[in-house]
């Protein structure tokens, strides 16, 4: 599987844009990179994503380098429920998930 | 419409029983997964099906079995516990065909702790 990448935790202040790094630079030009988060012990919930042109939903919205080696989630107002660990994920047959970005939204 | 109903909530086996998760969807996704979660860790595959009558390992398949005879059902059989299938497990279903843009729906987990 396509590796990525994420740092393990980060913080944000409430009401500021959280922006969640992810590298994948084995991936290849049919994956797509997929945004999950998981909220305490919850199942994980889809965020969003992409393959090659920047996207946007109501949760959150996903940029990806043009050589498609790194990406961005960026929730645009972060509030104390966007508190969770964040995964970027590259499909090469089913979804395998790393241990993703804990994310602390302070207030 | 319910998603994906994942039973029981909790449980505890002694070593050496066998249990049956249960993941029931309504959703008539034709993929089904099966994923474990340890403490702090992230989630690991370990069977998935394509439909109903096909299933394929995943990344830590070793002492689990499965099944899938509806399209509505992907039970997990523990036939021999073992204190390292302690975890919480996730059952995550998707309309998606295989290798498509995937987006998983996942249940609420049954936490098993073995003893």
């Known amino acids: 599987d396509a590796k990525t990448t994420q740092p393990p935790s980060m913080d944000c202040a409430e009401g500021r844009a959280a922006n969640l790094p992810c590298n994948h630079s084995?991936?290849?030009?049919?994956?797509?990179v997929y945004w999950y988060r998981q909220i305490h012990s919850q199942g994980p919930q889809y965020i969003i994503h992409g393959l090659k042109n920047n996207e946007t939903n109501e949760m959150a919205s996903l940029i990806i380098t043009e050589d498609r080696k790194s990406s961005t989630l960026i929730l645009p107002h972060a509030t104390l429920r966007d508190t969770a660990v964040y995964y970027c994920?590259?499909?090469?047959?089913?979804?395998?998930f790393g241990k993703g970005t804990s994310l602390l939204v302070t207030p | 419409n319910a998603g994906v109903t994942q039973t029981p909530k909790f449980r505890i086996l002694k070593i050496g029983q066998s249990m049956t998760l249960q993941c029931a969807q309504d959703m008539n996704h034709n993929y089904m997964y099966w994923y474990r979660q340890d403490p702090g860790m992230g989630l690991k595959l370990i069977y998935y099906s394509v439909g109903a009558g096909i299933t394929d390992k995943g990344e830590v398949p070793n002492g689990y079995n499965v099944s899938r005879s509806t399209t509505e059902d992907f039970p997990l059989r523990l036939e021999l516990a073992a204190p390292s299938q302690t975890s919480v497990y996730f059952c995550?279903?998707?309309?998606?065909?295989?290798?498509?843009?995937?987006?998983?729906?996942f249940g609420n987990g049954t936490r098993l702790t073995v003893t």
């Open positions: 995550a279903t998707t309309p998606g065909r295989y290798g498509a843009p995937v987006t998983l729906h």
């Open positions: 994920i590259v499909l090469r047959g089913a979804l395998n």
């Open positions: 084995t991936i290849s030009g049919n994956e797509y």
